[in-house]
């Protein structure tokens, strides 16, 4: 993958972006995918992607969460919301737990980069041993603390995790 800090600042940097992210939980494990953020670095984090306008919080998730899994769900609980401000990147992002309808799981694409500039590598179920194993730079700030599956579900509100902030 050529130039992917270019291919993130020119397509999800430099502007406020609204996100939607979902946490399926089955057999006590959570969905997590893996990003590639730059040659030397990965980043995981729950389905999920900016929102289309237009387009409703249950729309957005449910679109995104098919293109990326291949799963069809439906948006369950509002769970929080967190700021992610790491520049170039900068999102307010409302977190939904969601329960499965259907489909075969499969990792997808984003279509808003070329088949051959894909961010996403990896789609798997984790228990929160495993989660908890990711160094914190490679997860998202959501995840950082939680010690079961109840966590996600019992934390509510607006979280900042010690975000970097442009001055």
Same mark, same amino acid.
């Given at each position: 993958?050529e130039?992917i800090e *270019?291919q993130?600042?020119?397509k999800f940097?430099?502007?406020?972006?609204t996100?939607?992210?979902? !946490?399926?939980? =089955?057999n006590?494990k959570?969905l997590?995918?893996k990003?590639?953020?730059s040659?030397s670095? !990965?980043?995981w984090?729950?389905p999920g992607?900016?929102m289309?306008?237009?387009s409703s @919080? *249950?729309m957005?998730?449910e679109? =995104?969460?098919l293109? =990326?899994?291949?799963?069809?769900v439906?948006?369950g609980? +509002?769970?929080?919301?967190?700021? +992610?401000?790491?520049?170039p990147?900068?999102? !307010?992002?409302?977190?939904f737990?969601?329960?499965?309808?259907k489909?075969r799981l %499969?990792?997808?694409t984003?279509?808003e980069?070329?088949?051959?500039?894909?961010?996403?590598?990896e789609l798997?179920?984790?228990?929160i041993k495993e @989660?908890? %194993?990711?160094p914190r %730079?490679?997860?998202?700030q959501? +995840?950082?603390? @939680?010690?079961?599956t109840?966590d996600?579900r019992?934390?509510k509100g607006?979280?900042n +995790?010690e975000?970097?902030?442009?001055?």
């Amino acid at each position: 993958m050529e130039h992917i800090e *270019t291919q993130i600042q020119d397509k999800f940097g430099g502007r406020l972006r609204t996100r939607v992210n979902g !946490v399926l939980i =089955e057999n006590d494990k959570i969905l997590m995918i893996k990003h590639r953020m730059s040659s030397s670095r !990965v980043f995981w984090n729950v389905p999920g992607g900016g929102m289309e306008f237009g387009s409703s @919080i *249950t729309m957005n998730l449910e679109r =995104e969460f098919l293109e =990326e899994t291949g799963l069809e769900v439906e948006t369950g609980e +509002f769970l929080g919301v967190t700021e +992610f401000l790491e520049p170039p990147l900068h999102a !307010v992002e409302l977190y939904f737990e969601v329960k499965l309808k259907k489909g075969r799981l %499969a990792l997808g694409t984003d279509p808003e980069l070329e088949g051959h500039q894909q961010l996403l590598e990896e789609l798997k179920f984790m228990d929160i041993k495993e @989660i908890q %194993a990711i160094p914190r %730079a490679e997860k998202h700030q959501y +995840f950082w603390n @939680i010690n079961s599956t109840k966590d996600v579900r019992i934390w509510k509100g607006y979280f900042n +995790f010690e975000n970097k902030c442009i001055k």
